[in-house]
């Protein structure tokens, strides 16, 4: 427990290390309440990052944030801040319905563009942002849909665990308790591109990719829950979604954002297909066959807590009848605060254990703009499937995909 409370202290107050020459100065458009966690907080242990400037459509709540955060300098515009040359990076953490349009802004303004989940409203969106020509030049802007969870160590050490050739079925599970959302939030504002899938369900959504190595084929069902009073009614605020992979393997998903009070870890479950398993030890008529379920518990934020669970169940068959002739369970637990924790292959990889999922994506996000390698990185070709998932669900739940927004 001493060693859990100094780990959650320090990604909250973490070292501060002398900014370097060169350091890339970020602007932050609208004085969002994730700003500090996607942003702010892990820019301190970054000696290459500044938070430089913010703006806000309301100039004395943007002098409130930056005041409370420590950012030297307050725009009176979200243009101010695309106009200044001092400004290296945008950081987008508006409502999901204005990200297109600022992403598109801030690109054809010469500035990397680290952008919040999800990436824009629709798939739509997501092939014209991703593929603005801009982003092909040599030495052009960097575009990071901030998906922040993918850059974490535990997943990616769960990932390395899992064949997907073997999987049989994945599911994904995440929550919000009631009490930290309300009809009125923006979460479930159509015209705001709301709705409990484009908000924890991209989590869930983006699980299920990464575990399956592949884009679902279909959405099978996608069953919400959704306020009935003609004005929240086309924003789900709790779903169920089920997708055929290839192979014919499932994934799930479900999330709320009205759930219980008490907050649950939310949690990955991979069960593979039932394998044999050579043992010389056994007569020829009998067979060990091992089926293996792992549940990686915390995906989303697993610097606050997480743990991998191993379960093999084997079962010694006849060969001819099937009978169960014996029957047992092997358990084994795994955590990955750290690359180096993680081991093997992941070993020499940068990171400390204090360091959030944030900050290991600000890294190789600074990486990719400076031009050294980058270990993990979500492609162009991989925001849009993301989207296009999405819309797919969105369809099958007969609300819609959210709308796109137009701007001049």
Same mark, same amino acid.
């Given at each position: 427990?001493?060693?859990?409370?100094?780990?959650?202290?320090?990604?909250?107050?973490?070292?501060?290390?002398?900014?370097?020459?060169?350091?890339?100065?970020?602007?932050?458009?609208?004085? %969002?309440?994730?700003?500090?966690? $996607? /942003? &702010?907080? #892990? =820019?301190?242990?970054?000696?290459?990052?500044? !938070?430089?400037?913010?703006?806000?459509?309301?100039?004395?709540?943007?002098?409130?944030?930056?005041?409370?955060?420590?950012?030297?300098?307050?725009?009176?515009?979200?243009?101010?801040?695309?106009?200044?040359?001092?400004?290296?990076?945008?950081?987008?953490?508006?409502?999901?319905?204005?990200?297109?349009?600022?992403?598109?802004?801030?690109?054809?303004?010469?500035?990397?563009?680290?952008?919040?989940?999800?990436?824009?409203?629709?798939?739509?969106?997501?092939?014209?942002?991703?593929?603005?020509?801009?982003?092909?030049?040599?030495?052009?802007?960097?575009?990071?849909?901030?998906?922040?969870?993918?850059?974490?160590? %535990?997943?990616?050490?769960?990932? $390395? /665990? &899992?064949? #997907? =050739?073997?999987?049989?079925?994945?599911?994904? !599970?995440?929550?919000?308790?009631?009490?930290?959302?309300?009809?009125?939030?923006?979460?479930?504002?159509?015209?705001?591109?709301?709705?409990?899938?484009?908000?924890?369900?991209?989590?869930?959504?983006?699980?299920?990719?990464?575990?399956?190595?592949?884009?679902?084929?279909?959405?099978?069902?996608?069953?919400?829950?959704?306020?009935?009073?003609?004005?929240?009614?086309?924003?789900?605020?709790?779903?169920?979604?089920?997708?055929?992979?290839?192979?014919?393997?499932?994934?799930?998903?479900?999330?709320?954002?009205?759930?219980?009070?008490?907050?649950?870890?939310?949690?990955?479950?991979?069960?593979?297909?039932?394998?044999?398993?050579?043992?010389?030890?056994?007569?020829?008529?009998?067979?060990?066959?091992?089926?293996?379920?792992?549940?990686?518990?915390?995906?989303?934020?697993?610097?606050?807590?997480?743990?991998?669970?191993?379960?093999?169940?084997?079962?010694?068959?006849?060969?001819?009848?099937?009978?169960?002739?014996?029957?047992?369970?092997?358990?084994?637990?795994?955590?990955?605060?750290?690359?180096?924790?993680?081991?093997?292959?992941?070993?020499?990889?940068?990171?400390?254990?204090?360091?959030?999922?944030?900050?290991?994506?600000?890294?190789?996000?600074?990486?990719?703009?400076?031009?050294?390698?980058?270990?993990?990185?979500?492609?162009?070709?991989?925001?849009?499937?993301?989207?296009?998932?999405?819309?797919?669900?969105?369809?099958?739940?007969?609300?819609?995909?959210?709308?796109?927004?137009?701007?001049?």
């Amino acid at each position: 427990m001493t060693a859990m409370a100094s780990r959650v202290y320090q990604s909250f107050n973490p070292p501060q290390p002398a900014k370097r020459e060169g350091a890339l100065k970020f602007g932050i458009l609208g004085a %969002a309440g994730t700003a500090p966690l $996607s /942003l &702010i907080i #892990p =820019a301190k242990s970054h000696s290459e990052v500044i !938070v430089q400037a913010v703006a806000a459509r309301d100039r004395k709540r943007a002098e409130d944030f930056a005041k409370a955060h420590g950012i030297p300098e307050v725009k009176d515009s979200y243009e101010d801040i695309l106009n200044d040359p001092n400004i290296d990076c945008i950081f987008v953490p508006l409502p999901n319905a204005f990200h297109y349009e600022w992403a598109v802004r801030s690109i054809r303004a010469g500035k990397h563009v680290l952008l919040e989940k999800p990436s824009v409203s629709n798939a739509t969106e997501a092939e014209s942002l991703f593929n603005l020509p801009e982003l092909s030049q040599p030495n052009g802007p960097v575009l990071l849909e901030a998906l922040h969870m993918r850059f974490y160590p %535990a997943l990616s050490y769960f990932r $390395s /665990l &899992i064949d #997907p =050739a073997n999987i049989a079925h994945v599911n994904a !599970v995440s929550m919000i308790p009631w009490w930290m959302t309300g009809k009125n939030d923006i979460h479930f504002n159509y015209n705001l591109s709301g709705g409990s899938m484009m908000s924890m369900g991209t989590y869930n959504f983006a699980a299920l990719r990464v575990l399956f190595g592949a884009e679902p084929e279909e959405c099978l069902s996608c069953d919400v829950h959704s306020y009935t009073d003609g004005i929240h009614d086309k924003c789900d605020y709790e779903f169920q979604a089920r997708f055929r992979f290839p192979n014919g393997a499932i994934g799930e998903a479900s999330s709320t954002m009205n759930g219980p009070t008490y907050w649950t870890p939310s949690h990955v479950t991979v069960t593979n297909k039932e394998t044999i398993v050579p043992d010389k030890r056994l007569p020829e008529s009998h067979v060990l066959v091992q089926k293996r379920e792992l549940t990686l518990h915390g995906f989303i934020h697993g610097v606050i807590w997480h743990r991998i669970d191993i379960k093999d169940v084997f079962e010694v068959r006849n060969r001819d009848t099937g009978k169960i002739v014996k029957r047992y369970e092997e358990k084994s637990q795994k955590k990955a605060y750290s690359f180096q924790e993680a081991g093997g292959a992941f070993a020499d990889l940068p990171g400390e254990p204090f360091w959030m999922s944030y900050r290991h994506q600000l890294e190789q996000f600074v990486n990719r703009i400076k031009g050294r390698e980058t270990q993990h990185w979500i492609s162009a070709s991989d925001s849009i499937a993301q989207m296009k998932m999405m819309d797919m669900a969105y369809e099958k739940s007969g609300l819609g995909p959210r709308p796109s927004k137009t701007f001049n």
